[in-house]
T-cell receptor
Framework: RKEVEQDPGPFNVPEGATVAFNCTYS??????FFWYRQDCRKEPKLLMS???SGNEDGRFTAQLNRASQYISLLIRDSKLSDSATYLC????????????FGGGTRVLVKP | DADVTQTPRNRITKTGKRIMLECSQT?????MYWYRQDPGLGLRLIYY???????NKGEISDGYSVSRQAQAKFSLSLESAIPNQTALYFC????????????FGSGTRLTVV
């Protein structure tokens, strides 16, 4: 089993709709969590950190469920410009304090 | 200027050739990383360095070597390139606490023919 897993998608989303997807992690000692956005052939860019209490940044909401070992990202009122691949990243401090990335979830927002 | 700069942006090389990919950063971070990205396989860690005197292998270090010339510079070398090293390579940096995750360079697209 991979340490960090994501549904590769694609999630086809009508413009204006809400989409949500998860990222599961296998190591219960995971301590920091992040969502990155990656456009085709470009570098990943930090979208948001994920806090234990959940956090929101505009149309984006991230949540952490430690009991079930997953994080989620919800995008409201999807825009065409939200089309991208979303990577989750998990930091396990005891394992060298490096980020382990999921394979990414592709989101396609269509008019 | 970008916080993390990778050169070259694109490179085509022949099998058996030695090639160096370079990364420099202005973030002042001690920690630097090299990843490769292949379709369907995500980002895989090749090497990482937590300071100038610290070099560590990642999950796929075979066929690669690195040099940390200074806090700001971290190079990746392919000693004898082979076609299955064709990939998109990213350099990244972070502060020790990874408070803000990683900052990535814009990538090097390497093709080995």
């Amino acid at each position: 089993r991979k340490e960090v897993e994501q549904d590769p998608g694609p999630f086809n989303v009508p413009e204006g709709a809400t989409v949500a997807f998860n990222c599961t992690y296998s190591n219960s000692a995971s301590q920091s969590f992040f969502w990155y956005r990656q456009d085709c052939r470009k570098e990943p860019k930090l979208l948001m950190s994920v806090y234990s209490s959940g956090n929101e940044d505009g149309r984006f909401t991230a949540q952490l469920n430690r009991a079930s070992q997953y994080i989620s990202l919800l995008i409201r009122d999807s825009k065409l410009s939200d089309s991208a691949t979303y990577l989750c990243a998990v930091n396990i401090r005891a394992a060298g304090n490096k980020l382990t990335f999921g394979g990414g979830t592709r989101v396609l927002v269509k008019p | 200027d970008a916080d993390v700069t990778q050169t070259p942006r694109n490179r085509i090389t022949k099998t058996g050739k030695r090639i160096m990919l370079e990364c420099s950063q202005t973030k002042g971070h001690d920690r630097m990383y090299w990843y490769r990205q292949d379709p369907g396989l995500g980002l895989r860690l090749i090497y990482y360095s937590f300071d100038v005197k610290d070099i560590n292998k990642g999950e796929i270090s075979d066929g690669y070597s690195v040099s940390r010339q200074a806090q700001a510079k971290f190079s990746l070398s392919l000693e004898s390139a082979i076609p299955n090293q064709t990939a998109l390579y990213f350099c990244a940096t972070s502060d020790p606490g990874q408070t803000y995750g990683y900052t990535f360079g814009s990538g090097t697209r390497l093709t080995v023919v």
